[in-house]
């Protein structure tokens, strides 16, 4: 294995590491902001001013994690793809394939249960059973 691929790897797996960590402290604090609104505290965190802003900063955290989390997987499956035994060329196809086919099958995913979800939500509104929507 050469230098570069043991690289990729290792940061890659390195980056997916800060970013779940990332991600993770996020996830932590929305539930605390969650479990506060439900007793009855103020609706805020991480030393946050207010409510929105702990929103603003969890949603920066999320964005950051995620952002770090992909990096560190193209890195990491870009570290895999030279170093296969199979030859780069096929490798890059078959990984490149693979991405699209989820991406393609996530679009497809999220639109269907996106208008199922507004469909369900709009019924909701209109028949006054609010508290029948939905989770998000």
């Given at each position: 294995?050469?230098?570069?691929?043991?690289?990729?790897?290792?940061?890659?797996?390195?980056?997916?590491?800060?970013?779940?960590?990332i991600l993770?402290?996020?996830?932590?604090?929305?539930?605390?902001?969650?479990?506060?609104?439900?007793?009855?505290?103020?609706?805020?965190?991480?030393?946050?001013?207010?409510?929105?802003?702990?929103?603003?900063?969890?949603?920066?955290?999320?964005?950051?994690?995620?952002?770090?989390?992909?990096?560190?997987?193209?890195?990491?499956?870009?570290?895999?793809?030279?170093?296969?035994?199979?030859?780069?060329?096929?490798?890059?196809?078959?990984?490149?394939?693979?991405?699209?086919?989820?991406?393609?099958?996530?679009?497809?995913?999220t639109?269907?249960?996106?208008?199922?979800?507004?469909?369900?939500?709009?019924?909701?509104?209109?028949?006054?059973?609010?508290?029948?929507?939905?989770?998000?």
């Open positions: 294995m050469s230098l570069l691929t043991e690289a990729l790897v290792i940061s890659g797996v390195a980056m997916d590491l800060v970013g779940a960590g993770s402290h996020a996830h932590n604090a929305e539930s605390i902001v969650e479990i506060k609104a439900e007793i009855g505290a103020e609706k805020k965190a991480l030393g946050e001013d207010d409510a929105i802003a702990t929103h603003a900063q969890l949603l920066a955290e999320k964005r950051a994690g995620f952002f770090i989390l992909t990096v560190g997987l193209v890195l990491y499956l870009s570290g895999l793809v030279l170093k296969s035994p199979e030859g780069t060329g096929t490798m890059i196809i078959l990984a490149s394939g693979v991405v699209i086919v989820c991406i393609v099958g996530t679009v497809i995913w639109r269907v249960v996106g208008t199922k979800v507004k469909e369900q939500a709009r019924k909701a509104e209109k028949d006054g059973n609010e508290d029948e929507l939905p989770e998000q």
